[in-house]
């Protein structure tokens, strides 16, 4: 399934995105982040001992809410699953651009001995305002 275009406007954005995982137990774990698109798949960049990451590698499923940060009614759910991870300079130059795009410089905080990583993610369902017929 692709993305629609609300969903990657608001993804190259700079809106802010909650995404959503499960623990061990099944519980959900939600956290704030930067989010970006390839225009294909969401991208959201992690360091490998995140307990995200930890939950995607044993359940890849994930759901991720773009809230925009103008209109609270401007919003793309995407429920889908981690189809690759990046890792070595390229996430790293990544969290890099996202800082940029979200903080106007590199990305200052220490990036431990792991690295970063890039979860990909490939849309299942996607839910916008648009799509539910509410704009």
């Known amino acids: 399934m692709p993305l629609d275009e609300d969903t990657v406007r608001l993804a190259k ?3 802010l ?24 798949h969401l991208l959201v960049n992690t360091e490998p001992q995140r307990q995200r990451a930890r939950n995607l590698r ?13 209109d609270p009614w401007d919003w793309s759910e995407v429920r889908g699953h981690v189809v690759e991870t990046v890792d070595g300079s390229e996430a790293r130059e990544h969290i890099d651009k996202l800082s940029r795009k979200y903080v106007g410089t590199d990305y200052r905080n220490p990036v431990g001995p792991q690295g970063r990583v890039i979860l990909k993610i490939a849309p299942d369902k996607v839910n916008t ?6 704009r």
């Open 13 to 15: 954005g700079k809106n």
């Open 17 to 40: 995105a909650t995404v959503v995982t499960l623990m061990p137990d099944g519980q959900p774990q939600a956290l704030l982040t930067w989010v970006d698109t390839d225009g294909e």
């Open 58 to 70: 044993r359940d890849p499923r994930i759901t991720v809410l773009i809230h925009s940060d103008t």
């Open 129 to 134: 305002p648009r799509s539910l017929g509410r």
